[in-house]
């Protein structure tokens, strides 16, 4: 129908992605290493680099530093990947305002 009104989906689809990777790599400053993967403690203690190895005061599981660090990126990873194909696909998803056709400037700046 519209060329600019394509470009501008394309856009918007190009932006939203970028969005979810920007988000993931903010999210990667969790503090992994102190959360228990099996019930979720979070154990300040571990925040010592020094500290390889830490049984969690929740459960009682075993930890070794690296390898929990590990399996909580990959949770918080396949998480955000839900939260972000949600948030592009859902229902709450809204359609973008166009504003004053035929000026491409202006809608870009608004994305
Ligand atoms: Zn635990």
């Not at 990126?73 to 973008?96: A, D, H, W, Y």
Request: with cysteine.
């Amino acid at each position: 129908m519209d060329s600019g009104w394509s470009e501008l989906i394309t856009m918007l689809e190009y932006k939203s992605e970028w969005y979810g990777r920007k988000f993931q790599k903010v999210r990667s400053y969790y503090p992994s290493s102190q959360l228990c993967t099996a019930c979720g403690y979070n154990n300040p203690e571990v925040k010592n680099p020094a500290v390889r190895e830490w049984v969690c005061s929740g459960c009682g599981a075993k930890h070794g530093r690296g390898i929990n660090v590990a399996k909580n990126v990959k949770q918080e990873g396949s998480t955000l990947q839900r939260i972000s194909t949600n948030e592009t696909n859902g229902p709450g998803r809204k359609k973008p305002e166009r504003r004053e056709q035929g000026n491409t400037k202006s809608w870009k700046h608004y994305l």
